[in-house]
């Protein structure tokens, strides 16, 4: 007998909505629906087919009928703190293909690959190519410089009082307004860039510049993008000295990336970095198993597993 519903496929990562906070509630899977479930019974629907990454907050528990249709369907699942900044655990509907996990994996491990890599990504963050000469640890101090350099522009430009850029994430209220506006939009790029290079079929954990955290490649990506997108909107919200900051941010992080087009940008920025490395990708050993099953034709990005 022929199902009634065609089987559920991910789309495309560019043609989906950025990101999602859910707090105090239940997801679940009812009566077909994604839905989110609140203590009074009222449910609201989740379109997860058709959003890069939903951010649960403290507050929020998952079926896991909800875990099985956000993974189908590519949508990522992170676990996360108060406003955000401090990540527990997250779901990986990306991810699957070998042979681009090897291929990032050889320009890491290939100390020419990796420093050209580094400096593609210096040159599309900065709009211009790095100094000549130089090593990774070298470029990496006069990113750090110029980065400080440009919270300070920031800081004048929109008249916010600024030393440096610290926050202690296990005390969330202990940070000034404009470091905790910067934690809450830097959490939604590193979210959705999370979630791009999972549905590319990268590892997060592999980093370039960044190295020895789970999300190194993350915050490598999150980088190119972040002066261009967050950072301003947080100097601007913090100028305003708002009641509900982060969540002012949130919102208005969600408008740039749509306005910017940010989600169909960052999967060809992966690959126009690691290009940039001149290896090629790895072919299969000679004893390799050719694939029993082959996995069936979707429209999605080439690390979805549906």
């Known amino acids: 007998m022929e199902p009634v519903l065609p089987q559920l496929k991910p789309i495309p990562m560019k043609d989906r909505l950025s990101v999602l906070f859910v707090e105090?509630?239940?997801?679940?899977?009812?009566?077909?629906?994604?839905?989110?479930?609140?203590?009074?019974?009222?449910?609201?629907?989740?379109?997860?087919?058709?959003?890069?990454?939903?951010?649960?907050e403290p507050g929020t528990r998952v079926s896991h009928a909800a875990v099985t249709l956000a993974s189908r369907v590519g949508c990522l699942l992170v676990?996360?703190?108060?406003?955000?900044?401090?990540?527990?655990?997250?779901?990986?509907?990306?991810?699957?293909?070998?042979?681009?996990?090897?291929?990032?994996?050889?320009?890491?491990?290939?100390?020419?690959?990796?420093?050209?890599?580094?400096?593609?990504?210096?040159?599309?963050r900065f709009k211009e190519k790095p100094p000549d000469r130089r090593s990774v640890e070298q470029l990496r101090g006069i990113e750090g410089a110029r980065v400080r350099k440009m919270y300070e522009l920031l800081a004048r430009q929109y008249r916010v009082p600024w030393k440096n850029r610290n926050y202690d994430h296990t005390e969330w209220g202990s940070g000034d307004v404009p470091n905790r506006c910067l934690s809450s939009a830097t959490a939604c790029l590193y979210g959705i860039c999370e979630a791009a290079i999972l549905a590319a079929g990268y590892a997060p954990a592999v980093g370039f510049i960044h190295t020895g955290k789970p999300q190194s490649f993350v915050y490598d990506i999150a980088d190119i993008f972040k002066f261009d997108t967050v950072v301003p909107i947080a100097f601007r919200i913090a100028a305003k000295k708002p009641f509900d900051a982060e969540r002012q941010v949130r919102l208005a992080c969600r408008d740039v990336f749509r306005q910017t087009k940010l989600l169909s940008r960052i999967i060809p920025a992966i690959e126009q970095v690691l290009k940039a490395g001149d290896l090629e990708v790895p072919k299969a050993h000679a004893e390799a198993v050719e694939v029993a099953i082959p996995n069936k034709e979707g429209i999605g990005n080439a690390g979805h597993r549906g």
């Open 24 to 56: 105090k509630g239940h997801l679940d899977v009812l009566d077909g629906a994604f839905v989110l479930v609140d203590k009074t019974g009222v449910r609201t629907h989740i379109p997860v087919g058709g959003v890069a990454c939903l951010m649960l």
């Open 79 to 124: 676990w996360v703190g108060e406003a955000g900044v401090r990540l527990y655990a997250s779901g990986q509907p990306g991810g699957a293909r070998a042979d681009r996990l090897l291929y990032q994996a050889k320009l890491a491990l290939d100390d020419a690959a990796r420093l050209k890599v580094v400096r593609k990504m210096y040159e599309m």
